[in-house]
């Protein structure tokens, strides 16, 4: 089954902003995970593979493996090398896993860009040993809050939203965890949120808004294909959002949708 269509691109002007998204949320997301003495660990959609190398590092004891569909990230992701750490490539709709594999699978920012992401949810439970724990965080965009406000930066990220769901994608999927994961038949769900409050003098403002100039830059020849978005209107969200980024004054508040469950 094929993915939907990733809305980011995989050039690299997008791996420089993943790897600076990565650099944002890794810590978090890791200390989230609460790994433990986890034997075998899987991340579904690993990307540049920051993250399974960070996990891997962390947790030298333990069998560490990436699942990535993209060539040139998988192509990165190859050369980070630790003596127990894994990359191959396939779709998280078919894992290339036999049943009962891993103590843990975790995927991130992964739900948004897939066909089905019940059928994800379902292989992730089927390479899951008895007992063992599934970790999930997921954007829901629309949860963000600029302040001084960027109305054109809003209007556009809406319709980001849009070009998300014509691509196959859920923008929104963050808030649909909990049905997701009890169809699956995972028991012992918690629901979390990792709450993002950046604002003017702190060190990390001006990367946040970085990584969302990097967003709609990514979205921008589609959003004008699909007659979703100017360019003028696109160009001018980008201005917003830049003298957001100047501003003395300015906070931005957003949360990501985090929840775990158990075989």
Not at 52 to 60: I, M
Not at 116 to 133: C, F, M, N, T
Not at 177 to 204: C, M, N, Q, R, Y
Request: proline share 4%.
């Amino acid at each position: 089954m094929p993915d939907a269509s990733y809305i980011h691109g995989t050039d690299s002007a997008e791996q420089e902003r993943l790897a600076l998204l990565n650099r944002l949320t890794n810590q978090s997301f890791i200390d989230f995970l609460a790994l433990d003495r986890a034997h075998s660990i899987l991340d579904l959609g690993s990307g540049l593979g920051i993250l399974a190398e960070h996990v891997a590092t962390l947790h030298p004891q333990s069998e560490v493996w990436g699942l990535e569909y993209a060539a040139e990230q998988l192509a990165v992701a190859r050369n980070r090398h630790r003596p127990n750490l894994h990359f191959v490539q396939g779709d998280a709709h078919q894992l290339p896993f036999p049943d009962e594999r891993f103590a843990v699978v975790y995927c991130r920012y992964l739900l948004e860009h897939v066909a089905d992401p019940r059928q994800v949810l379902s292989e992730a439970y089927r390479v899951l040993l008895p007992g063992g724990k599934v970790c999930v965080q997921e954007n829901n965009i629309l949860a963000l809050v600029l302040y001084p406000d960027c109305p054109q930066f809003e209007t556009v990220w809406h319709q980001f939203a849009r070009l998300q769901q014509q691509l196959g994608g859920d923008a929104e999927i963050g808030k649909k965890l909990l049905p997701l994961l009890k169809t699956v038949d995972f028991h012992h769900i918690e629901l979390s949120i990792a709450p993002e409050i950046h604002h003017a003098g702190i060190v990390t403002f001006r990367s946040w808004v970085e990584n969302l100039i990097g967003n709609v830059r990514s979205g921008a020849a589609a959003l004008q294909e699909r007659q979703l978005a100017t360019r003028e209107e696109i160009t001018t969200a980008i201005a917003e959002l830049e003298a957001f980024a100047e501003r003395e004054d300015a906070s931005l508040f957003f949360y990501w949708n985090r929840a775990s469950g158990v075989r």
